[in-house]
């Protein structure tokens, strides 16, 4: 423990953001970072708990609170404290693989779990963490770690999204020959083409990929396993095959005219083609634009809000946002203590620049679209309702329609498992939620040599997790190969 009053003299001080009317000129990153002083400070309120919640990822009312990586986070906190950069990130690099991703983009379990965080506001483990990692690439301390012997083992990786990066990277350190298949033109999966660049910028993972090239995983993009590529092959050809291609297949919306109706799109699909657009240098001329539109997005969750702040940077003419759920409430209630996950209202950063450049939030909760209105053949307008739980079941508020201007609808409605054509080529059993099925805590599939992770396995989820998965599949494969395993 750096400084015992750490947490008694310094209120929490999170990285700020730009304001909301001026980031929205650009895709640039927009948080303003703290300085190394006042970072220090930070960190000294860890108070290095006896039993530190906020990496103990443990389940509680059916969700978890607390790292799922079981990032050492009072250890490295006290090293930052303490001026020791290197050490401090050594300590986090031992049980998380990418922090320059999670530092981003995570919604901080950790955070939640921070006791500091029922009186005087958690520690800024999110930011600390995202410090220590961009100090690395700055002082030369991330360096490629080249396996001083390798096992002749070959593992094919199916997908280069979080999961799959992280069980490349473990494996490979571990002395295998990896070799990661990706079918877009690039390396990353959702971290390249569904989260905006604002949130991540695309430089990181270009930064990454070279580090793990250098380290000598060989990267394959525009390969297509099981569409054009042969999964069989694959297979024959390599010790152990992980299957990390997410859980893509996108949720519709059961809605009156959607059948062939232009101008209605997948969240994610329009998410990468805007970010496809950026790294091609057509910004401003969108492949699908949203300039001077009435836009409209199903969907409440982190997609939906990418969608929001993507449209109005695009200068969408207005900006609503669909919520089946009720609005949660600002403050935690009582019968949500901590360390449970807080059921508590989150206003993103875009419905902070909806507000600031429309004057309302964008979000219409307990909504859902009913039918889609064309005027001669191109999208005009949405029919909403209101809707309510019936037990589990979702019906429909009578008399509650109303009609709303929409001329491009975007569904960020979830992802209902993994694309069929992948389950089929490769001959993996499914469950009912179409994910790829495995033992209770495993990652072995039903065919041999085959091993899956990330998305494709739990469903659609966090980074974290996905990051999570793929390090425990890794083990597994390790194990499968050698007989033994000292991986986590």
């Known amino acids: ?114 006791i500091n965080g029922i009186n005087t506001g958690a520690v800024t483990i999110h930011d600390n963490e995202l410090f220590l990692i961009e100090k690395g690439f700055e002082k030369g301390y991330m360096k490629p770690r080249i396996p001083e012997t390798r096992s002749g083992k070959k593992v094919a990786v199916i997908g280069a999204g979080p999961a799959g990066l992280a069980v490349a990277d473990q494996l490979n350190h571990r002395g295998h020959e990896v070799t990661v298949f990706e079918r877009e033109d690039q390396i990353g999966g959702l971290l390249m083409y569904g989260i905006p660049n604002m949130k991540l910028d695309k430089s990181v993972i270009v930064r990454r990929r070279e580090l793990m090239e250098a380290e000598g995983i060989v990267f394959k993009t525009g390969v297509d396993v099981g569409n054009g590529e042969s999964f069989d092959k694959i297979v024959n050809e390599f010790d152990a095959v992980a299957l990390c291609c997410g859980a893509k297949k ?125 005027t001669k053949g191109k999208l005009s307008q949405i029919k909403t309702v209101r809707v309510k739980f019936e037990g589990r079941n979702l019906v429909e508020v009578e008399g509650t329609e109303q009609t709303i201007k929409c001329d491009l609808l975007l569904i960020a409605a979830g992802f209902v498992g993994c694309e069929d054509y992948i389950a089929t080529e490769s001959k993996v059993e499914l469950t009912q939620r179409g994910t790829v099925k495995t033992e209770p805590d495993k990652y072995q599939t039903s065919v041999p040599k085959v091993f899956t992770a990330g998305d494709m396995h739990r469903g659609q989820s966090l980074v974290v997790w996905a990051i999570t998965e793929g390090r425990h599949c890794a083990a597994e494969i390790d194990k499968y190969l050698m007989g033994y395993s000292p991986l986590i």
């Open 250 to 374: 996108a949720r519709t919306v059961a809605a009156k005219g959607s059948e062939g109706c232009k101008n209605v799109y997948y969240a994610v699909d329009f998410l990468t083609q805007t970010t496809k657009d950026l790294l091609s240098g057509k910004e401003g001329k969108w492949t699908i634009s949203a300039k001077d539109k009435h836009v409209v997005v199903v969907g409440g969750g982190d997609t939906g809000n990418d969608c929001v702040g993507t449209c109005i940077r695009e200068g969408a003419k207005s900006v609503t946002q669909l919520e089946m759920m009720s609005k949660p409430p600002v403050e935690r209630q009582q019968n949500n203590p901590w360390p449970e996950w807080p059921k508590v209202l989150k206003t993103d950063y875009g419905q902070q620049e909806a507000i600031a450049v429309f004057g309302s939030d964008p979000r219409i909760y307990e909504t859902t679209v009913k039918e889609l209105i064309t």
């Open 1 to 114: 423990m750096g400084k015992a009053t750490g947490f008694m003299e310094y209120d929490r001080h999170e990285d700020s953001w730009v304001d909301a009317k001026t980031r929205i000129n650009g895709f640039e990153e927009f948080h303003n970072h703290l300085n190394e002083e006042e970072r220090r400070c930070q960190a000294s309120r860890c108070m290095n708990c006896g039993v530190p919640m906020c990496q103990s990822a443990i389940n509680i009312s059916g969700m978890v609170t607390g790292c799922p990586l079981h990032n050492l986070i009072p250890e490295w906190n006290d090293e930052l404290y303490n001026g020791h950069y290197e050490l401090a990130l050594r300590r986090l690099l031992k049980t998380s693989n990418f922090p320059e991703f999670t530092g981003r983009v995570c919604p901080a379990l950790c955070e939640k779990a921070c």
